[in-house]
């Protein structure tokens, strides 16, 4: 139907314009489906993704690489690859993260080759890894029965002391007596510092009842001090070299006589002296060192000495008639401590080999090997229940080792550089460590977290140890002095 308004015609949609432009969108439809296809077969990633999961990947291979943090190996390594060891303006860091790129880019074949070359001979490999056990006299087999024996009756009393605490003890009781610790270890200030000796002191230690210490020093003359007012005791005289530590009898000030062994010390000339307390001059001389001895340690029994030497061993002595019961060797370079566990029957060895070794002396046999450090071990020491131990090492970190799962159990972050010294509070509630980094850190055992940081020595700290009271603690320095800090009310 039509009709006109204004000039303009009006029409329905049905009309015949309209008609034929649909029937043409009709066709065009007809003609595109019509039409030919085109090939759409792409790839199903394209090379920019390729590219984007080959990076990722890449990142992924670098992140789980294990380099080594010694600089010096790095170092190696990139001239292995071919590399420049040092570009400018390059410092540590930068030089290792360059190292993880180079490594990234290629097959796990390469990098195993690079990483874990091994330069040395077989000869040398078996001298690593081999424990070499040595025929001794016939008193080390009573040594052994007397160790046994002793170690059983404490490992009993022991026993004893961990099932009260489980069975007597409640859980808010032992958080309380946590709660104490930490809080008194808050309450530790500098007491007060005294010159040692005129050469750096490398050791000081407390005296079983806590009021005397005695300090090592490189003009090697060992010297007791008293705590309270600082002033000298008495000094040795009888090293012709640096002394490296002097250590207490477990009985001094106690039941052991003034008048027999009561202090033993060790220089880099190859001399372990026993001293009284009444003369100046040694007692008798551990003889058969042939390098120079890094530390003693008296077994808690105070029948025996232990040595840790410059030639990869230790030894253990009778002190009463001097003989030497026992050489042993494990370590590949030099032992630089020996300490005992509370029981008597375990000893903790350290070396600058990286790694630590326990014995069990009453068989003789190593019956745990710590692998986990990437420097030099500098010490070790077990904590009272008898199943844990913690290392301090050059690396900067101290583990915590457990005899029981053989394996590492905590590494601590400990210092910005070398760890020294550790030392365990006798209650087994905090650990205290010294390092080169000039200052002392008090660590808690229940989480392995810092308490406290104790700043006051100048220089590097060489040495550290913890009174019986837990109240006291002594630090020994480079700078010649020791410092004593102790437990302020204000």
């Known amino acids: 139907e039509e009709s006109g308004s204004g000039g303009k015609w009006l029409g329905s949609l049905a009309d015949a314009s309209n ?13 595109i489906v019509n039409a030919e296809t085109m090939e759409m077969d792409m790839p199903a990633h394209s090379e920019h993704n390729k590219a984007m999961l080959a990076e990722f990947e890449r990142r992924r291979r670098a992140r789980t690489l294990t380099l080594p943090t010694d600089d010096v190996q790095v170092k190696l390594k990139l001239r292995m690859l071919n590399q420049p060891i040092c570009l400018f303006g390059e410092e540590i860091l930068d030089r290792r993260e360059r190292l ?14 690079i990483l874990h070359s091994d330069r040395m001979t077989h000869d040398q490999q078996d001298q690593d890894t081999e424990t070499w056990y040595y025929r001794g006299p016939a008193a080390l087999k009573e040594a052994r029965m007397h160790i046994a024996d002793f170690s059983l009756r404490r490992a009993k009393n022991r026993l004893e002391k961990a099932r009260r605490d489980v069975t007597e003890v409640t ?5 309380l007596a946590r709660q ?5 270890v808050q309450q530790f200030q500098l007491h007060g510092s005294q010159v040692a000796d005129t050469r750096p002191c490398p050791f000081a230690e407390f005296s079983p009842e806590g009021k005397h210490v005695v300090t090592a020093g490189w003009s090697g003359q060992p010297t007791v001090w008293k705590r309270d007012s600082g002033h000298q005791l008495i ?3 009888g090293h012709t070299a640096q002394c490296g530590s002097a250590r207490f009898h477990p009985e001094a000030f106690a039941s052991q006589s003034r008048t027999t062994v009561n202090v033993a010390s060790c220089s880099h000339d190859g001399t372990v002296l026993l001293w009284s307390l009444e003369k100046e001059t040694p007692l008798l001389e551990l003889e058969n060192h042939k390098d120079r001895v890094n530390r003693v340690s008296f077994h808690p029994s105070g029948k025996y000495l232990a040595t840790a030497c410059f030639d990869s061993s230790w030894r253990l002595f009778d002190i009463e008639v001097g003989e030497e019961l026992l050489f042993q060797t494990g370590h590949s370079k030099s032992v630089t401590d020996v300490s ?4 008597g029957s375990l000893a903790l060895s350290t070396g600058l080999d990286c790694y630590g070794r326990i014995w069990d002396l009453r068989t003789g046999r190593c019956i745990m090997f ?19 131990c913690i290392t301090a090492s050059a690396d900067n970190t101290c583990r915590v080792w457990d005899v029981r799962m053989r394996r590492c159990a905590y590494t601590m972050a400990a210092h910005t550089n070398a760890v020294s010294r ?6 087994g509630q905090f650990v205290v460590t010294s390092s080169f980094d000039c200052s002392l850190k008090i660590w808690s055992t229940e989480s392995w977290q810092p308490l406290r940081h104790l700043q006051g020595h100048e220089t590097k700290v060489m040495g550290v140890d913890i009174s019986p009271d837990s109240r006291w603690i002594v630090s020994a320095a480079f700078d010649r002095t020791f410092k004593l800090w102790t437990v302020s009310d204000y």
Do not use: C
């Open 235 to 237: 000094r040795y005289a």
């Open 340 to 343: 005992f566990q509370g029981d």
């Open 422 to 427: 550790v030392r365990v509070d006798p209650g």
């Open 180 to 184: 104490e610790a930490h809080k008194l």
């Open 370 to 388: 710590l692998d986990g450090h990437t420097r030099e071990v500098l010490s070790g020491e077990f904590l009272p229940n008898g199943y844990l």
């Open 100 to 113: 993880r790129a180079l490594l990234s880019n290629m097959s796990e074949e390469e990098v195993a080759a």
């Open 171 to 175: 859980q808010q009781e032992k958080a």
């Open 19 to 31: 008609v034929a432009k649909i029937s043409g969108t009709a066709d065009s439809s007809k003609s």
